[in-house]
Each structure stands twice: as C-alpha cells, then as structure tokens.
C-alpha cells in the first residue's frame, strides 16, 4: 500500500494506491503527520512520495521521517525525459500529471490542462519527452483578480451557466472570465490539432468537469491524473 500526497495551492490530496489501483483518495485542510495517520488507518504503508508547490517546512519533513517518503524534486529520477531550460522552476504538479498522462495514454502526443487554482498547460510527447508549456490564471483567481484590482467590480464566483454576452456587471464578469477560459483553451486545442489530429486532451484539476461539459473537442477528464502520475514516479524510483 502506498501514500501518495500532492501539497498544491490551495488544497492537500492524499491517496492510497495498491499497484497501479486507487483504492481512497481525499482532500484535507492541513498536512501533518497526524492528519495522514488519520487518513492511512489501520493500512500498512510500503512507500510515499511527496510532491508540493510549497517550501519544505517542519510538518512536511515529520511526515517524510515517518513514511521514509519521498520529496519530489528537481533530482528525482522520472520514467520521462524533461526539455526545460530550468527544470529547478518546474512545478512538480505539472511534471506528475505528463508523468500520468504518459502512462495512460502510451506511444501518443498528449496536452495536458490542469484546472486548479493556475490553469497550466502542458506537452509531452509520444516519445515521453516533456516538451513545456503555459501558465495562466484559473477561474478563481480571474475572479478575485477583477474584484481586487478594481474599485467597483464586484465579487463573482464560478457559475454552472455563462452567457456569451452578459447584459447586467456580474453576467458579463462571468462570460469574459468562463467563456473566456474556455475561448483560451479551445483556441490551444485548435492549433495542437491542426499540427497532429490525433493528439490526447487530457484534463485534470478541480475545474476538470467544467472543460469536459462546455467544450466540444474529445477530452479525457481524470481528476486523479497527478496522484497517478506520482504513484508511477514512485514505482520508478522503488
């Protein structure tokens, strides 16, 4: 049994993998020792591993003695090739979910979109050479970005609903911010398409769902992709 945990912006996913099965995953406000005893029970643990876009810090380095985990960094050896001219600056989120992506969708060019907090883009080739990508703002912070940057714009959260054209201030705050995303994310399918019809879109994040539902391209949404990425980063490293 292994615990996989990706520390990201804003939220903490823990999971546990049996092989390549996942058998629980979940989403905890903090990561402490205590809190992934909690989560891993009466479950014996073989392996962990590690991966966060935070700063190494006193909880984080308790949970990695315990576990003899392993920390996800610039040194660990990965089952793909990464062509990136600072790979020190690479999100480790960014680099499981190719690393997953290259798994579950084998000998294929594959662009990967994880919708969290940043929305990233990401490209790793049927070769599994990581070949970069984009980095941009996600829903929420386009939202808090208009209401914090403006005197009078109000506040809008992510809607089920988004009209092309709004006709009152917060209608129109969200069609530039959900229909714009999604004008963004269409327009890089467009382009990667036109270069190779038969590559993936795969996506992931805590938006994933939306992208599946509004756009009308084939797309995999897995809302697991990182932690499965970074079960493989595991197995490799074991």
């Known amino acids: 049994m292994k615990l996989i945990i990706d520390i990201g912006n804003t939220a903490v996913k823990v999971a546990l993998f049996e092989g390549n099965e996942l058998i629980s995953a979940t989403s905890v406000e903090e990561c402490t020792l205590r809190d992934m005893l909690s989560f891993v029970a009466t479950h014996t643990i073989s392996s962990a591993i590690i991966s966060s876009v935070k700063e190494l810090n006193a909880d984080i380095e308790k949970i990695i003695q315990h576990f003899n985990a392993l920390f996800l960094n610039e040194n660990t050896p990965l089952p793909i090739t990464i062509d990136y001219k600072t790979p020190n600056t690479l999100g480790r989120d960014r680099i499981a979910a190719v690393v997953g992506a290259s798994v579950l969708f084998p000998k294929q060019d594959v662009l990967v979109f994880d919708a969290g907090t940043c929305l990233t883009i990401d490209f790793i080739s049927k070769e599994k050479v990581y070949k970069g ?72 994040g805590g938006d994933c769902f939306f992208f599946e539902k509004e756009l009308k391209s084939s797309i995999f949404a897995n809302p697991f992709l990182v932690m499965e990425g970074l079960n493989e980063i595991l197995d490799y490293n074991e």
């Open 133 to 204: 990508g984009r980095i941009s703002p996600g829903i929420a912070m386009r939202y808090k970005s208009l209401h914090q940057f403006t005197d009078k714009l109000p506040l809008c959260e992510f809607s089920e609903s988004s009209v092309l054209l709004g006709n009152d201030t917060k209608s129109s705050i969200i069609s530039g911010v959900q229909q714009g995303i999604l004008a963004e994310v269409s327009e890089i399918i467009n382009v990667y398409k036109k270069e190779n019809k038969a590559t993936i879109i795969s996506v992931t």
